[in-house]
């Protein structure tokens, strides 16, 4: 389940509970904060990680369109206002969307879904483009990320396995778990990590991948049935 952090910014308290209520009822979102004009809102966005911000065009000092264009961040920003007139120079902006006052909760489960949707496919591009790149002999080879299928231990050596190619670099397999850092990877058994999104089919002592088939250490089993439930 996703998990944004929502910064709201509106001076207007009314309006503020009604979006903090939305945000509520909706799994996956999580209020971070309110913030009644734009300055107070630039100080959480530099102390938080906030994903979404629900940004009211309409601020004291500065309005919500200027404040956009002072702020640097990958945030996913939805205007709210009572006045459509800023609409186009909204997109302009590359918001999320843009939700007229007073705001129904069906549009406003629009607004979100058009959010997870921008989140998906960012997290799908920054997923595609991991890479790696391993000693093998005196040359560094690039890997992927995401052609990685599982790596197998070889003492102080591990196997690195895709779908085109095998390469052995000099690794302990405890230390490659370190290198990757990707919630993608998991350790199954002393001697291998796998891709999870790599699985083709699993039982409680065993898992295949691309026509392989890797055991699930006793020792792992537990960890490997919570991980990889919350990847499906």
């Known amino acids: 389940m ?5 910064l ?3 001076d207007e308290p009314l309006a503020a509970e009604i979006i903090s209520d939305y945000i ?3 799994p996956g979102l999580s209020l971070n904060g309110i913030c009644s004009d734009a300055f107070s809102a630039m100080e959480k966005l530099r102390s938080e990680k906030i994903d979404v911000i629900f940004l009211d ?3 004291p000092k500065l309005n919500g369109i200027d404040f956009i264009k002072t702020i640097n961040g990958n945030f996913h920003i939805i205007l709210t206002t009572a006045y459509h007139q800023y609409a186009f120079e909204g997109y302009e902006l590359n918001v999320a969307d843009y939700l007229l006052k007073p705001i129904e909760f069906g549009r406003f489960v ?5 959010v997870f949707s921008r989140y998906e496919m960012k997290k799908q591009i ?4 991991k890479h790696y790149f391993f000693a093998v002999d005196k040359t560094r080879i690039r890997i992927q990320a995401h052609d990685v299928l599982y790596i197998e231990s070889l003492k102080d050596y591990v196997h690195i396995y895709t779908k085109e190619k095998k390469i052995i670099t ?6 490659m778990e370190t290198v990757l850092d990707d919630p993608r990877f998991l350790r199954i058994h002393k ?3 796998v891709n999870t999104n790599k699985i083709g089919s699993y039982s409680a002592t065993r898992l295949e991948i691309a026509g392989k088939s890797l055991p699930i250490g006793r020792t792992y089993r537990k960890i490997f049935e919570n991980a990889f439930r919350s990847r499906t």
């Open 57 to 59: 065009i309409n601020l």
């Open 126 to 129: 920054r997923e595609d483009d």
């Open 2 to 6: 996703l998990a944004l952090n929502c």
């Open 110 to 114: 629009q607004a979100m879904n058009k």
């Open 170 to 175: 000099k690794f302990r397999i405890g230390e």
């Open 24 to 26: 509520r009822q909706i």
């Open 8 to 10: 709201i910014i509106e």
């Open 191 to 193: 001697s291998y990590i």
